[in-house]
Nanobody, 121 residues
Framework: VQLQASGGGLVQAGGSLRLSCAAS????????MAWFRQAPGKEREFVAL????????NYADSVKGRFTISRDSAKNTVYLQMNSLKPEDTAVYYC???????????????WGQGTQVTVSS
């Protein structure tokens, strides 16, 4: 599985962005898809995940109510809609694919290259 993330950019606080992660390869719907982020000098942290097979979705507390993860299996693409952005959301965002639903980055086997999100105050 190869993942290609896109959609990052510079936005003012309170604004919105939608990230996309296009997956190549078969059996896309069998994978748990997740988003992580990493700010400078910090560890990579969990943002959101979606399991198509079970319908399970989970979010980090810091983004609940503001971010929404979704996927389009026909397009082999997972999205992260980010609303009400805050400066503390500034980070490189990574999409990941794995076999189990986990908030740990170690559980994911495939990673996209990352896309920068910068939120100005």
């Amino acid at each position: 599985v190869q993942l290609q993330a896109s959609g990052g950019g510079l936005v003012q606080a309170g604004g919105s962005l939608r990230l996309s992660c296009a997956a190549s390869g078969r059996a896309f719907s069998s994978y748990v898809m997740a988003w992580f982020r990493q700010a400078p000098g910090k560890e990579r942290e969990f943002v959101a995940l979606n399991s198509w097979s079970s319908g399970y979705t989970n979010y980090a507390d810091s983004v609940k109510g503001r971010f929404t993860i979704s996927r389009d299996s026909a397009k082999n693409t997972v999205y992260l809609q980010m609303n009400s952005l805050k400066p503390e959301d500034t980070a490189v965002y990574y999409c990941a694919a794995g076999r189990i639903s986990s908030v740990s980055a170690r559980a994911y086997d495939y990673w996209g290259q990352g896309t920068q999100v910068t939120v100005s105050s």
